[in-house]
């Protein structure tokens, strides 16, 4: 379906296709190259984080970090259930048991209190999500793990920038992921990225993401023996990608100026509907708006009238804990907050080049559908 206004566009520029075609026409180094590390520098740089370490993709990232904290069958991890589900997939990956707390109504991220509720002596980490592009309860959340001696590993796959008072997101945690796929603050169509202070967690992810191998030099252009030393996968992020990833960090700041520039027009005229509710995160809060999501009365009803209308909507999230392969786990649980936001959450088109006149026609048409204009 061709949508007159998309839920997302990219923004990408000539610096974006010069970036790629020049690693392109080098015809060397399109797997394994020196624009990863140099991504990772500054990508690092910019959330003032010590490493950072390229994925394939988000989901990879959970999982190689999972492996480097050693969560393992018998321990648990408490997630959120309303999130993408490879945050919950996660703790599977690794034999781990995930368990759903849920989320408190100002930030849609985990709450403090039911983490607290559903810690045990097995919990072995808490694995809260930014949604959005909104930071969650981190500074609570931190606390709670430090209190009870338990990993904090934040999923920032989608705040990318997002902060707390001058403090990224990313860095409250002992570890943390980030996702680059398309509808991403940044994106290089697929990517992940994991940040760490910690050398050690650092150098596991190396060995995780290629092979379990021991890289001193190039794997393909060297020509000295390589030993592999544990088990690992092939989880890295291609030198081709990492170009893509560094032309687009370099627009970050100017991508988070236009959306918050974007979700603060729609936002002040979506809030004379009283039908709609919009999210507002504390004052210290720094939204990146990766998405544009409210509380909408007669949510399904609104979504079929807008997608008439050539405006695209989605519901971000579903509850996890509610999908077929969960209920098929066995997976029982009583989240109130996750239910109800789930069922009139709606995200709305949110990107950089979104107009004022489409964002006009977005809410005049949200007007029709509640009959406040003819
Ligand atoms: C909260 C959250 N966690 C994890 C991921 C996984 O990232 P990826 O799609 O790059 O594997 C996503 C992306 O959709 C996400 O939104």
Request: one cysteine or more; charged letters at 25%; aromatic letters at 10%.
């Amino acid at each position: 379906m061709t949508w007159k206004i998309p839920l997302f566009k990219i923004y990408w520029d000539d610096d974006d296709l010069k970036h790629v075609n020049k690693e392109i026409e080098s015809g060397m180094n399109w797997a394994v190259g020196p624009q990863v590390p140099e991504f990772e520098k500054l990508l690092a740089d910019e959330i003032n984080s010590k490493y950072a370490v390229t994925f394939n993709s988000g989901t990879s990232a959970l999982h190689a970090l999972l492996i480097a904290h050693n969560i393992k069958k018998g321990d648990e991890v408490i997630v959120p259930s309303f999130t993408f589900i490879s945050t919950a997939n996660a703790p599977l990956f690794v034999g781990a048991k995930p368990v759903f707390a849920d989320i408190e109504e100002e930030t849609v991220g985990l709450d403090p209190k039911s983490v607290i509720d559903n810690i045990t002596p097995k919990t072995k980490a808490i694995l809260p999500v930014h949604y959005g592009g909104c930071p969650c309860k981190i500074n609570e959340l931190k606390e709670i793990a430090e209190d009870h001696g338990i990993i904090l590993i934040e999923d920032a796959a989608e705040a990318l920038g997002a902060k707390i008072k001058n403090k990224y997101v990313g860095t409250f945690g002992d570890s943390s992921i980030l996702s680059f796929c398309q509808n991403k603050v940044i994106t290089t169509g697929e990517g992940g990225a994991v940040v760490t202070e910690s050398r050690e967690i650092y150098e596991k992810l190396n060995l995780i993401r290629s092979h379990g191998r021991l890289e001193t030099s190039n794997y393909f252009t060297s020509f000295e023996p390589f030993d592999y030393i544990q088990l690992g996968y092939n989880f890295r992020m291609s030198n081709l990608t990492a170009a893509l990833g560094i032309s687009q960090i370099k627009k970050l700041h100017k991508i988070i100026n236009m959306r918050r520039t974007n979700s603060q027009y729609l936002s002040e005229k979506l809030s004379e509907i009283d039908q709609i509710k919009i999210l507002s995160p504390p004052k210290d809060y720094y939204h990146v708006y990766q998405l544009l999501s409210v509380i909408a009365e007669d949510r399904d009803n609104l979504m079929s009238y807008l997608a008439e209308k050539g405006i695209m909507s989605k519901v971000y999230f579903d509850p996890v804990h509610q999908s077929q392969f969960y209920k098929n786990l066995g997976f029982k649980v009583d989240l109130p907050i996750t239910e109800k936001i789930s069922k009139s959450i709606v995200t709305l088109p949110m990107f950089p080049t979104l107009k004022k006149e489409e964002m006009d026609y977005m809410v005049e048409e949200i007007k029709k559908f509640y009959g406040l204009i003819l």
